[in-house]
């Protein structure tokens, strides 16, 4: 780990000899372990090892970034970029990086899951398991991540990390169109049960079973942590200072207001234990608890340097990665754990208390039609359980949630004492601790 | 119409397909719908020669006159159809699986001028481009948001119109189309798949095409 510190801090001092005012290196090495299963079989296990160095560099406001594959070529990289930031126009909006004299806590990945040579057992686990609970068709993926990563930048950070974490996910059919679908997010090895996430999965594709056609107009939705995660996803991204700023936020000029019920607590706290529990963000700042909305009303935006500097504020330590990766900008800011802070309600009397609403168990492709005003639609996918007068009475199928995303917030009226981390694809992303939460009263549409 | 999605080896992710391997030459639309993949149109951003398992590439009819043509192949999903892969295998880089992807995807001109299908509607709404679209995990139910659209009145552009909804079945989409104009329009876009997911390079578009008697909210 010092030794990607160490190649990050030569590289910075590099930028720095060939003329940057300001530099962050960021030296990272990944093992990537992956099964992919479907049709109750394994099709793939691929494993990666990547490694990147990615460069940040300003001379005076003029930035560039770039990132290296060949950490050996690593230290050719800071003369040529910061001859291009020479020939580069100015950023109106570049701040400046973070500066300080930064302290970082440890870092204690489990070894035994940064041993584990056989993935594949977790699959297989899981795929029995839905069969026994009732699946005939199960697919998902099982991964184990093992990152290492050494950052220093011209403001003083200089800093290691390490991390490893599994997660499983398990998707499985009873009918062609009866499915539930449940995730395992764990940081420790001993905290991933592939049997109970794949009986789970099962469990669920048998209540989902002959699904009829779903109802339109108004309807409570209670939705599990995994369905919640798109809309968590979606939201938290639009509280980047960045968002706001460009205006395809729905959180423009809301600090102080109220964007949700009095029951919500919105956090973003990659220090809990977790999957993506960091040290520090992109700029090596020391990452910390960052309460977004407080008992409905939000309270900031998450920032870096730059954002901060611009909403004459300070950094919340969410500054995101130097260089873009698939669908983002570059060096925006990003949540990095969100958590939804749970309530004090069972999910069975969540369904006791609904005389009518839907149970939700996934859902994707939660789009919007105006990021400023919130108006979104989302696709519920697998178990769709219909709840009349606080029992469940069958399945339903082919609806879509047609509503608006402040409104949603505004209208969950309960949580579930119990929370679980979740994370799936790119749909539930990042990695989010969540609840069961109600919403009164959301719209529902159907195609003509 | 991925043959990988078709098979559920994406069925965690990206979904399964209310399309089954024994469809093809059922109809999907009416005689007007030809959907084509075709990579090897020249310059543009879903262009390639070859595929990522060394397959030359080819245009492959999805639909052809509203029958489910073919899908699109690798070798591994050709494989256990028994037959020929058509060339759809991408990976985004090296160091990710090639999987089946779409490349440049059209709807096949038609005979019409633009201004032709417009002068032909008494009531109704162009739709020139929408947003907020989304699709059900099997491909089934999708639904487009107008971003820029005008009303028609008696064949004329009646002014600008907000918000209009169509919220529609695959089926129901293809089968409602009764004219297709010459002129084709190809958007550049990214295609997310896979897991790990990949970015891919597309285009899709096509002609300006009418839909006869569609609810729009």
């Known amino acids: ?448 | 119409m991925e043959a990988d999605r078709i098979l559920g080896r994406e069925m965690s992710q990206a979904g399964k397909s209310f399309v089954s391997p024994d469809m093809v030459g059922k109809k999907i639309g009416s005689e007007y719908a030809t959907v084509i993949d075709d990579p090897t149109v020249p310059g543009t951003y879903g262009y390639y020669a070859y595929d990522q398992e060394g397959v030359k590439a080819r245009p492959r009819y999805l639909y052809r006159n509203g029958l489910i043509n073919e899908f699109l192949q690798n070798r591994e999903t050709a494989s256990q159809l028994g037959i020929q892969s058509n060339g759809s295998s991408r990976s985004e880089t090296y160091l990710r699986e090639p999987i089946v992807r779409m490349a440049n995807t059209f709807v096949a001109p038609g005979d019409f001028q633009d201004d032709e299908l417009i002068g032909s509607i008494k009531k109704g709404v162009l739709m020139r481009s929408f947003t907020e679209w989304n699709i059900d995990d099997k491909r089934y139910n999708q639904k487009y948001v107008s971003r820029e659209a005008y009303f028609i009145s008696d064949g004329e552009l009646a002014g600008p119109a907000r918000k209009c909804t169509l919220e529609i079945t695959t089926p129901g989409f293809w089968g409602a189309i009764d004219a297709v104009s010459r002129k084709i329009e190809l958007l550049s876009g990214e295609c997310g798949k896979g897991d790990p997911i990949q970015g891919m390079s597309v285009t899709n578009g096509g002609p300006m095409i009418r839909l006869r008697e569609v609810s729009l909210r």
């Open chain 1, 1 to 448: 780990m010092k030794r990607l510190a160490e190649l990050a801090e030569r590289v910075m001092e590099e930028s720095r000899k060939a003329g940057a005012t300001d530099a962050i290196a960021e030296a990272i090495e990944s093992y990537t372990q992956q099964v992919r299963f479907s049709n109750n079989q394994i099709d793939a296990v691929n494993s990666w090892t990547e490694n990147h160095l990615a460069l940040f560099v300003a001379v005076g406001k003029r930035v560039v970034s770039s990132d290296v594959r060949d950490l050996n070529s690593a230290d050719s990289l800071a003369k040529g970029l910061v001859e291009m930031a020479k020939r580069t126009p100015p950023s109106k909006s570049y701040g400046g990086v973070a500066s300080g004299k930064f302290k970082y806590r440890t870092a204690r990945p489990d070894k035994r899951l940064v041993q584990l040579k056989n993935p594949a057992k977790f699959a297989l686990d899981s795929i029995n398991a839905a069969v026994r609970a009732g699946a005939n068709n199960v697919g998902g993926t099982f991964f184990i991540r093992h990152e290492k990563v050494g950052l220093a930048s011209s403001g003083g950070a200089l800093g290691s990390d390490e991390s490893a974490s599994c997660d499983l996910s398990v998707r499985a059919f009873s009918q062609p169109e009866a499915s539930g679908h449940a995730v395992c997010c764990a940081s420790r090895l001993s905290g991933m049960d592939a049997r109970r996430t794949g009986e789970r999965a099962g469990e669920l594709a048998v209540k989902a079973k002959n699904p009829v056609h779903g109802n339109q107009g108004k309807t409570d939705l209670i939705l599990e942590p995994l369905c919640l995660g798109s809309f968590v996803q979606s939201t938290s991204d639009m509280m980047s200072a960045l968002r706001v700023e460009i205006s395809t936020s729905m959180f423009v000029k809301k600090i102080g207001k109220r964007v949700a019920s009095d029951e919500v607590t919105f956090v973003d706290d990659p220090t809990v234990d977790s999957t993506t529990t960091r040290l520090f963000d992109h700029e090596g700042v020391p990452t910390r608890r960052n309460v977004m909305i407080k008992d409905g009303t939000l309270r900031t935006y998450f920032h870096n340097t730059s954002t901060a500097k611009r909403f004459k504020t300070k950094t919340t330590a969410n500054a995101g990665p130097l260089i873009p990766t698939s669908f983002t900008f570059a060096a925006q800011p990003i949540p990095l754990h969100p958590i939804i802070v749970p309530g004090d309600w069972t999910l069975e009397e969540m369904i006791a208390d609904t005389a009518r609403g839907l149970y939700l168990n996934n859902t994707w492709y939660t789009r919007y039609q105006n990021y400023a005003t919130g108006e979104f639609s989302s696709i519920p996918r697998d178990a769709i359980i219909a709840v009349e007068n606080g029992e469940v009475v069958g399945a339903v199928k082919n609806i879509r949630v047609s509503d608006n995303m402040l409104n949603f917030w505004k209208s969950v009226d309960a949580l579930s004492k119990e929370s679980e981390e979740i994370y799936w694809w790119d749909e539930a992303a990042p990695p989010s601790d969540l609840p069961i939460v109600r919403a009164k009263a959301m719209n529902i549409t159907r195609s003509s």
